[in-house]
C-alpha cells in the first residue's frame, strides 16, 4: 500500500465523483459500493475494485466513506473495525455533530485514526476550488491526508472536536434552507397576482444579494451582547411580522413560514424586552433556559 492509494466506500453520485478525482490526480484507488455494478465504470476507467468493505479498507492506508447516512456507514463500518486499525478513516456523509463525535469515539476505541468531513458542494464542483470540504477529529490524520483531500477542493479543519465540520455544515445548511424558503414564500404571494415564479426569484435574488451584507450589522449587535443599540427593536418587528403575516392571509397564503419568527418576537415582548434590538430573539432559541 502506498500512501497515494486510496479506497472509497459509496459510489453513489457524490462519492462516484470523489473517486473520479483521487484517479484523475493520480492515486492508486480502490472502490467499493453495495451495488457491485456501480464499480464497472470505475474498473473501467482504472480503479481497483473490492467484493467487500473489508477487502477495500484493507488495499489503501486512506478510506474515504461516502454513503448516504450515518446508519449506513456503521452497518459498513462495525464489521471492519480490526481491519480499519492504524488505518485513516474520513467520513464525508453528512452526518450530526453527535454522530460524528459517536464515530470519532467508536474510531479511537479501535485504534481508528478518524477525521469526520463535511461536502459543501455538489457532486460537479468536486475537484474545484469553490467545493469547499470542511473536517474535524484528529489532526494528524487530516495532515496526512490532506494531499488526497486538496484535491477534491477546499480543505478547512474545523478543529479537534470531531463534530465541528458537521455543526458548521448544519449550521450553514439552516441558513441556506431558510433563505430558499423565502423564495417560495414570496413566489407563493406574488404568484397569487400571476407573477411567474422566476419573475419574483429574479427580483428575490436582487432584494436579497442587497440585504445580505446587512447580516454582519446583526452579528455585531449579538457579539456586542446588550441589545440597546437603538437599532431596530422587537416592538418594532413584531408590527413588520404582523403586516407581512397579514399580507400573506389576505393573499390567501398560509403564513407557517413567517409565524415562527413572531412567535420568538412576541416571547421577549411577554418577558418586557420590547424594546431591545430583534437579534436578542437568539436568546429565546437556547433550549437550556
Ligand atoms: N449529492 C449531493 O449534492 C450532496 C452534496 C452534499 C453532501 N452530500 C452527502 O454525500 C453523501 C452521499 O450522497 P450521494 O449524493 O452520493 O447519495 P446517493 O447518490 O444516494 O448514494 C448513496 C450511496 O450510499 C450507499 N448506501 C446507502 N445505504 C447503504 C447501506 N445501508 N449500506 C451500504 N451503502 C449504502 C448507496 O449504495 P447503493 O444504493 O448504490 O447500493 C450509494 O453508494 C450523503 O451523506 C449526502 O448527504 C451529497
Redesign the pocket.
Known amino acids: 500500500m502506498t500512501a497515494t492509494a486510496v479506497t472509497v ?9 470523489v473517486a473520479e478525482r483521487l484517479r484523475a490526480t493520480g492515486r492508486t484507488t480502490t472502490v467499493w ?6 464499480t464497472a465504470p470505475h474498473a473501467a476507467a482504472g480503479s481497483k475494485t473490492a467484493a467487500t ?1 473489508a477487502a477495500a479498507v484493507a488495499a489503501s492506508d486512506l478510506t474515504l466513506v ?8 456503521r ?2 463500518l462495525e464489521p471492519v473495525a480490526a481491519d480499519l486499525k492504524g488505518r485513516t478513516l474520513v467520513d ?4 450530526t455533530p453527535n454522530q460524528a463525535r459517536e464515530s470519532a469515539a467508536w474510531a479511537a476505541a479501535h485504534g481508528i485514526r478518524y477525521v469526520d468531513g ?6 460537479a464542483m468536486i475537484g474545484t476550488p469553490q467545493a469547499r470540504l470542511l473536517y474535524s477529529g484528529d489532526h494528524d490524520a487530516y495532515t496526512d491526508a490532506l494531499p488526497a483531500l486538496e484535491a477534491l477542493g477546499t480543505a478547512e479543519y474545523e478543529g479537534a472536536d470531531a463534530g465541528l465540520a458537521a455543526l458548521k ?1 448544519m449550521a450553514l445548511l439552516s441558513a441556506m434552507d431558510l433563505m430558499f424558503l423565502g423564495y417560495v414564500q414570496a413566489i407563493a404571494m406574488m404568484r397569487t397576482a400571476g407573477t411567474a415564479a422566476a419573475d419574483t426569484a429574479a427580483d428575490v435574488e436582487a432584494w436579497l444579494a442587497a440585504m445580505l451584507p446587512h447580516g454582519r450589522g446583526i452579528a455585531d449587535v449579538i457579539d456586542g451582547g446588550t441589545y440597546d443599540t437603538g437599532g431596530q427593536s422587537v416592538d418594532f418587528d413584531r408590527r413588520g411580522l404582523a403586516s407581512l403575516i397579514n399580507a400573506s392571509r389576505e393573499q390567501g397564503v398560509r403564513a407557517d413560514l413567517l409565524e415562527p419568527h413572531l412567535k420568538l418576537l412576541d416571547e421577549l415582548a411577554a418577558t418586557g424586552r420590547g424594546a431591545s434590538d430583534w437579534p436578542r430573539i437568539i436568546d429565546r432559541l437556547a433550549i437550556r433556559e
Open positions: 466506500l459509496g459510489l453513489g453520485a457524490m462519492g462516484s465523483a459500493n453495495r451495488t457491485a455494478a456501480k468493505v461516502v454513503l448516504l447516512d450515518h446508519a449506513a456507514v452497518e459498513r464525508l456523509t453528512t452526518t463535511a461536502v459543501m458542494a455538489v457532486p455544515d
